[in-house]
């Protein structure tokens, strides 16, 4: 994803953090999906994780970034970029360590908000139809195994994580950026 796309994400979630009214949830319900949006922007595309002195290609047409450390790696791509593969065509993105730095500020913010208790609620009533998604899914399974009609099922590869786990992610790993002087 390009810094353009990422800077506007992070913009969506100031103005909906800004503007909501902690006694009215219906206010801060974009913050659920917004917030795991942006921080799979900001994911390294070798670590997966949000990324650490992010660098992107020179490359124009490459919109990836990476960690630093991570520089080199195996990407997790699929279909790979072929833009990607020169190691030595990625270099610091200012731009995007001062988006990690304000994806830290934000999530630091939110989680000392009184929003954070209806982020936790939202989080145990996602969680528990989760479980009760698998388990119907369990059901089904055994009865198409006993039927013989079981038929093999693609799993695609979505990031399933909690607003909770990223604003964690804001501030635990996004505080090991080195600062832009």
Known sequence: MDTENCTNLYLQ????FLTC?????STFEDLYKLLPWLRQSLTCCVCSKVVVDPMSSTQTHCQHFVCAKCRGGKMVLRPSCSWCKDA???EINEHLVILVQ???????????????????????????????????K????????RSGTRRHQVSSRILNISVSEVLQDGISKCNQTTPVT
């Open 13 to 16: 979630v100031c103005q909906t």
């Open 21 to 25: 009214k902690y006694d009215d949830p």
């Open 88 to 90: 030595n065509a990625f």
């Open 102 to 136: 304000c994806f830290s500020k934000i999530c630091e913010l939110i989680l000392h908000s009184p929003i954070n208790d209806h982020i936790i609620k939202y989080d145990q009533n996602r969680k528990k139809e989760q479980q009760k998604e698998a388990t119907g």
């Open 138 to 145: 369990k059901e089904e399974h055994s009865k198409k195994r």
